[in-house]
């Protein structure tokens, strides 16, 4: 069974990861931010979300799903084969964001709900930036999970390593 669950900050890469492991595997990848907004940006809300995901998890044998959204954390991480955090330090994170919102800009990423289109948010970027106060928290919830399901990676070479490993 391939059940992953991928946390970590805005622009970690947590959406590449899943795609390729998704290719790499041939399960269903499911984003949740594709789940959480409605058009023109409107959250649905957490308990809307978990609402959603939990019959994903349930009536599917195979997934993938990307996130963070910490809500839906105790189902995905119950069921989750493998746990992979992408514990990437601001500078990666962040640079990635711009590279993102310059690239995307005006038009929807795939991974993203219908009619949102990436956009400039200096809101979003001061949430992205303050994101090592919310990792104490992540670093609390995965200590109770087995050590053999957590994948941590610090680095992207680290992880370029892994799935070079992993498919070959």
Known sequence: MTKITIIGPSGSGKSTLAKQLGDFYEVPVIHLDSLYFNPNWQEI??????????PLIHSNQHWIIEGNYSITWPIRFNNSDTIIFLDFSRSVYIRRILKRSFIYH?????????????RFNLDFLKFAWNYPTRRKETLKQLAMIPKEKILTFHHPTE??????????
Request: net charge positive; aromatic share 4%.
């Open 159 to 168: 992880l370029k390593h892994y799935l070079a490993s992993l498919m070959n």
């Open 106 to 118: 005006g038009k929807v990423r795939p991974d993203m709900a219908d009619g949102c289109p990436e």
């Open 45 to 54: 809300g957490k308990r809307a979300l978990l609402e959603k995901v939990a």
